[in-house]
């Protein structure tokens, strides 16, 4: 997949089009003219999402009613197809070649890795982010997986409700169970194809992890169900329905679902230590980039094709020696996008490079 | 403040009331209004108030009607011994357009969902279980509940929840299948696909 050209009209400040390079892309300019916000525009294009906002209608322009990015991407040879996201309101409308497309259709167009200072949450931060990143890499080679997570999401919160009147209430105990069977079990269900899932993922990752790419430690990652020592994990769906019935007064305690993946976490390790505690911000950004190149990987395994790899701020992230490696690594896989706001940048890295200058949103010149 | 006068913010207001209306679309409709013709307006409100003096809730099967028991409740060439649940009326519609199901139903008017504050009681369930038992007075025994309510998580729940209190009678429950869509809505849902969710449908 190959991003030719983008457009953004109403989409933050942005306004106007230039086409890509099929290999490194350099979005320069100042701060606060947008550069950004373009790489936000292509990330839109990628994933149907933003990184910077879960609430779209933010990113409409203040004096816009609507916000259209649009992308010329080539499938192959001589397959061109025009993908748009149209913001109005909370309302995102996906289409590819005009015609109006579901999430799950319009997926599959175009997918991108992401590598900003938000992601570093993935090394450092709560298992909640470990998670999505799981989640959103499940999504990226089986787009029917969003059902199955918003569905997850909803009994939980369906559940949670259930549990929490049952407490104030004090609805006597054998009611409460025959309300809370019909969402267990869907939650068992839905909780062992994600488990499931991310197991595997996990698996692909491992297959395909450099452990030492940029550092001299070794990486390792590994999925950590919260039922672990609890039973049988091979046969989640027996322990999951176990632990539920086992677990009900507790949930019921507590007023929230206490089983399920939504405790899980993605253990990573540098020589068998734990990152997140004790690595330090440049192995925490080493460990990151490693993470989203395997990401890059089984991609590849998966689609036959290379997704769009986006750096934001790439300087202010990463010292010249991890990109280097980073950009050497990449170089004839992915089509990059980077943004910087230095020319010394430019004339270190840009010399195949295609540069777009931004100033106050609009695309100035290419190079 | 009100923008409006008072008699346009109180059509407003009422217009928001109904559902998938924001403000935006309440003031248009409000607008709308005001530009209509005296008599069509009198028209709309007689046809409001004709459908809350006329239609009534069938007494065994909770659909809308105009005659109590309703048209399927009361017609002899209804299949007696089977029932289908569905959520709403429109999706009694969209079975009936099939052609394919003679049975008889049975409309919840909701599905559950603990975040909407609808539960069990809340739902029009309860009598339904009078018409499962073998001495009801048209004496014919009902062998089969199919559960119809939407692929959405809150309609597997409701299928889940009557299928546990059904199955102990003895009486066979299936599901539709789910080919359609998971997380649609069955009012959207065509002929085609509703029949074959109809034929493929497997027990629970
Ligand atoms: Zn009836």
């Known amino acids: 997949m190959l991003l030719e050209s983008v457009a953004a009209d109403g989409f933050r400040n942005l306004d106007g089009k230039f086409s890509c390079g099929n290999g490194l892309n350099i979005i320069c300019g100042n701060n606060g003219h947008g550069k950004t916000n373009w790489l936000e525009a292509i990330h839109l294009l990628s994933t149907t999402k933003s990184f910077r906002t879960a609430r779209l209608s933010e990113a409409i322009r203040f004096d816009a009613t609507t916000a259209i990015v649009r992308g010329e991407v080539r499938q192959s040879g001589q397959i061109v197809r025009t993908i748009q996201v149209i913001l109005e309101g909370n309302t995102k409308t996906l289409t590819v070649n005009g015609k109006k497309e579901t999430v799950q259709n319009y997926m599959g167009q175009l997918y991108a890795f992401v590598f900003n200072s938000d992601e570093l949450e993935i090394v450092r931060g709560s298992p909640d982010s470990r998670r999505r990143f799981l989640d959103d890499g499940i999504v990226s080679i089986f787009p029917p997986f969003v059902q199955t997570l918003s ?164 300087d202010a992230e990463l010292d010249y020696r991890r990109i280097g490696k980073l950009l050497e690594y990449l170089d004839g896989k992915t089509q990059t996008f980077v943004t910087t706001s230095k020319e010394s940048f430019v004339e270190k890295f840009g010399v195949d490079a295609r540069v777009i200058r931004v100033a106050e949103g609009l695309p100035t010149g290419e190079s | 403040m009100l923008e409006y006068s008072e008699p346009v913010a109180r059509l407003i207001d009422e217009f928001k009331r109904l559902p998938g209306i924001g403000q935006k679309s309440a003031q248009r409709l409000a607008f709308h209004v005001l530009r209509l013709p005296e008599e069509r307006v009198e028209d709309f409100v007689e046809a409001l108030r004709q459908v809350k003096e006329k239609i009534v809730f069938c007494s065994s099967c909770n659909n809308l009607t105009d005659v109590d028991p309703c048209q399927y409740c009361s017609s002899p060439s209804r299949d007696r011994s089977m029932i289908c649940v569905v959520e709403e009326p429109y999706n009694l519609v969209a079975i009936e357009k099939t052609r394919s199901y003679k049975g008889l139903y049975h409309i919840l008017h909701g599905s559950l969902s603990p975040i909407r504050g609808i539960g069990p009681d809340e739902l029009m369930l309860s009598n339904l279980f009078p018409r499962l038992s073998t001495d009801e007075e048209d004496g014919e025994e009902v062998k089969e509940i199919i559960i119809a309510t939407n692929p959405t998580t809150e309609g597997e729940a409701t299928a889940n929840y009557i299928a546990r209190l059904v199955k102990p009678l003895g009486i066979r429950v299936t599901r539709i299948a789910m080919g359609m869509p998971v997380g649609s809505d069955l009012e959207f849902v065509d002929e085609v696909t509703m029949d074959k969710a109809l034929s493929n449908r497997h027990e629970i």
Do not use: C
């Open chain 1, 151 to 314: 569905d997850f999401n909803k009994v939980i919160r369906q559940k949670n409700k259930l549990l929490q009147n049952a407490r104030k209430d004090e609805t006597p105990a054998n009611k409460v169970e025959a309300l809370l069977a019909p969402w267990n079990e869907q939650l068992v269900s839905l909780a062992s194809r994600i488990h499931k899932a991310r197991v595997r993922f996990v698996e692909r990752l491992n297959e395909v992890l450099e452990r030492k790419l940029f550092d001299r430690e070794e990486l390792s990652i590994r999925y950590v169900s919260s039922l672990e020592g609890k039973g049988d994990l091979d046969d989640y769906e027996s322990l999951i329905a176990e632990r539920l019935s086992l677990r009900t007064q507790a949930e019921i305690y507590s007023g929230y679902s206490l089983i399920g993946p939504h405790r899980d976490d993605l253990e990573i390790n540098f020589d068998g230590r734990e990152m997140r505690k004790f690595g330090s911000s440049g192995q925490q950004r080493s460990a990151l980039l490693s993470l989203l190149l395997a990401g890059v990987s089984v991609f590849h395994e998966q689609q036959d094709e290379y997704p769009l790899f986006l750096i934001d701020d790439i």
